[in-house]
């Protein structure tokens, strides 16, 4: 079963715009967590916002996260054309054995 | 350099065939995970293993098997039962579960011939 659902699906953004992307989430979670996969390989973490958290940095990232209407959003600022890839949000959700829970993710597009 | 290694790259089954999927890593991660990606589908858990010797089943386990005898080791068997493994598989570890970050090795990707 899938607990994140990001929007939107896909996104093409000239270089050097802001990209930004949502998700949101059915049940109370743990943590919510930002994944980054470029084509044919496997998945890199970007960062992890904790249930307690609002917001948190990363170099060119912000996330954010809500828990009152479930939902978080990932800003990438200045984006680079090696920003291209799909991204994808994680929910560890509580009573859950502390899997992660997967959404469908994001294909941005970033043009030079 | 620590990290995930899974082998093959590219993998081919033949019909009533059964297939090891190697996932290898060196962080010293207690738990490990496979997933499967379908386009459009995002990341589904087949199993996963908190501990050496234990593994539990995950959402999409039917057809799968796996064994935890290493730390290190965590490999996935696609058996016959399984009848549409045309997907990536993906091996993940952490350090423990629950609350940390995942790394992943780059997958193996299994078609039918």
């Known amino acids: 079963s899938q607990q994140g659902e990001e929007d939107p699906q896909a996104l093409s953004i000239q270089e050097g715009e802001n990209a930004t992307m949502n998700c949101s989430y059915k049940?109370?979670?743990?943590?919510l967590q930002w994944y980054r996969q470029n084509s044919g390989r496997g998945l890199v973490h970007l960062i992890l916002?904790?249930?307690?958290?609002r917001e948190k940095h990363s170099g060119r990232l912000r996330v954010t996260l809500d828990t009152s209407k479930k939902s978080s959003s990932l800003l990438i600022t200045a984006s680079r054309a090696a920003d291209t890839a799909s991204y994808f949000c994680?929910?560890?959700?509580?009573?859950?054995?502390?899997?992660?829970?997967f959404g469908k993710g994001i294909t941005l597009s970033v043009r030079p | 350099d620590g990290g995930i290694t899974q082998s093959p790259k590219y993998l081919f089954r033949k019909e009533g065939q059964n297939v090891t999927l190697s996932c290898e890593q060196n962080?010293?991660?207690?738990?490990m995970y496979w997933y499967r990606q379908d386009p459009g589908q995002g990341l589904r858990l087949i199993y996963y293993?908190?501990?050496?010797?234990?593994?539990q089943k995950g959402d999409i386990a039917e057809g799968y098997s796996v064994s935890r005898e290493k730390k290190e080791s965590f490999p996935l068997t696609v058996t016959s039962a399984q009848k549409n493994p045309t997907a990536f598989y993906l091996c993940?570890?952490?350090?423990?579960?629950?609350?940390?970050?995942?790394?992943f090795g780059d997958g193996t990707r299994l078609s039918i011939l």
């Open positions: 993940a570890s952490s350090i423990r579960q629950g609350n940390q970050p995942q790394h």
């Open positions: 962080l010293n991660h207690d738990a």
């Open positions: 916002i904790r249930s307690n958290e």
């Open positions: 994680a929910t560890d959700d509580t009573g859950a054995n502390s899997k992660l829970t």
């Open positions: 049940t109370s979670i743990n943590n």
């Open positions: 293993s908190q501990i050496v010797n234990d593994f």
